[in-house]
């Protein structure tokens, strides 16, 4: 496992002088399972900032962060997904090789078919990860991506950080 230390010089400056946000939740939002995960509708959401060719990349622009979200469609080639994560301490190079270390949505097919998971839903959503200002996205995008996520009749959700 790499250590602080691991960092190259500017990225440790960075993550000393990033504007850590602290949210405590209390209580932490967790449900138990209601059926086996080999019977569960699963869903993937990450913070890598993918999104799909036609769509627009997040905004790096936007001061404390985008906290718009993006739709894939549980159809999309994994491959052809675009990621616009914008932290200058994220190194890209392993997902712009295989987009499915931040979303593993072909592990998760792979899955499905093994009879490991249920079913895939039909859609799965990014968010840019490097939010510093996170009150939006607690309290509007995120809250909405759930709601979307509970009308799908959606049982588990992965959630891959970047």
Do not use: W
Not at 52 to 70: A, N, V, W
Not at 73 to 98: C, K
């Amino acid at each position: 496992m790499a250590t602080y230390d691991d960092l190259v010089f500017s990225h440790r400056l960075f993550m000393k002088g990033y504007p850590f946000a602290h949210y405590a939740l209390d209580p932490v939002p967790c449900t138990p399972m209601r059926r086996p995960l080999s019977e569960a509708r699963v869903a993937l959401v990450t913070s890598a900032g993918v999104h799909l060719p036609e769509q627009e990349p997040f905004d790096h622009s936007i001061k404390g962060g985008d906290t718009s979200f993006r739709e894939i469609p549980n159809n999309v080639v994994t491959q052809t997904l675009r990621e616009s994560h914008r932290s200058p301490g994220f190194d890209h190079t392993g997902i712009q090789a295989d987009r499915n270390l931040a979303f593993p949505l072909d592990r998760f097919r792979e899955f499905e078919a093994q009879g490991v998971i249920g079913t895939l839903n039909q859609r799965h959503f990014s968010f840019m990860g490097s939010i510093v200002l996170p009150r939006k996205l607690i309290n509007e995008t995120s809250a909405q991506v759930a709601r979307m996520l509970r009308e799908d009749g959606v049982d588990v959700v992965l959630l891959t950080p970047a």
